[in-house]
């Protein structure tokens, strides 16, 4: 059975400090995502990842494939109160359907 | 990006009704749709995936008497929770995917159903 687990699961954030997301999942991937959540919303995708050593950026976020670590991270460079919100990885296996991540909760205080 | 519509956006219903959660994708037709529950503070989890013109297929402990899935056409899948009871309250989200298997699924808005 596919498992993906982040931490930390809550991050409270200082504005202009850097922190990382991590994402381990537990078998060979195709690809990895990277979603947002804000409260009452749906998805909004981020990144996706599809091989090994992969690094997308996207202004203040950057996230990075390592497949034979079978780790994700997610960097947050910079952080603005906007970026508030939670954040999921998620990854499709070997059965094409997207397993989440337990999600990581990320408050930006002032 | 692709769009996908999910209707309503919330819902509240009686104990016992039956509710119906529509999915569609509206610049792209969808082989594979995809049905989400989220309890709060919780992670999405799969209940089903569903392929148009055939049966959907459930995840274990997910029952498909009563979480009936539609996928009628290529953008149009739907959900019904029938007999719906309080602990059916959650937020429901469904995303299609255009083609085969590796191409990217867009999410719906998500539905927010209350049952009191």
């Known amino acids: 059975e596919l498992k993906v687990e982040q931490n930390p699961l809550f991050l409270s954030m200082q504005e202009e400090k850097n922190y990382t997301i991590y994402c381990n999942y537990s078998?060979?991937?195709?690809?990895l995502y990277w979603y947002r959540q804000d409260p009452g919303k749906s998805l909004e995708s981020l990144f996706v990842?599809?091989?090994?050593?992969a690094v997308k950026q996207e202004g203040r976020l950057m996230a990075s494939l390592d497949t034979k670590a079978r780790l994700s991270t997610l960097h947050i460079t910079a952080a603005v109160h906007d970026l508030s919100a939670t954040y999921f990885c998620?990854?499709?296996?070997?059965?094409?359907?997207?397993?989440f991540g337990t999600g990581t909760r990320l408050q930006v205080t002032l | 990006g692709a769009v996908v519509s999910q209707h309503p956006s919330w819902v509240i219903c009686k104990s016992g009704t039956s509710v119906k959660i529509e999915c569609r994708s509206l610049?792209?037709?969808?082989?594979?749709m995809f049905w989400y529950r989220q309890f709060p503070k919780q992670s999405l989890m799969l209940m089903a995936t569903?392929?148009?013109?055939?049966?959907?297929?459930?995840e274990q402990g997910v029952e498909k008497d009563k979480f009936l899935i539609n996928h009628a056409s290529l953008t149009l899948s739907t959900l019904t929770v029938t007999s719906a009871h309080p602990e059916d309250s959650s937020f429901y989200i469904c995303?299609?995917?255009?083609?085969?298997?590796?191409?990217?699924?867009?999410f719906g808005q998500g539905t927010r159903l209350t049952v009191v």
């Open positions: 995303s299609a995917r255009p083609g085969t298997k590796g191409t990217e699924a867009f």
């Open positions: 078998t060979t991937s195709d690809r």
């Open positions: 990842l599809l091989s090994n050593g």
């Open positions: 998620a990854e499709t296996g070997t059965a094409s359907k997207l397993t």
């Open positions: 610049d792209f037709q969808a082989t594979t």
């Open positions: 569903s392929n148009e013109g055939s049966k959907a297929t459930y």
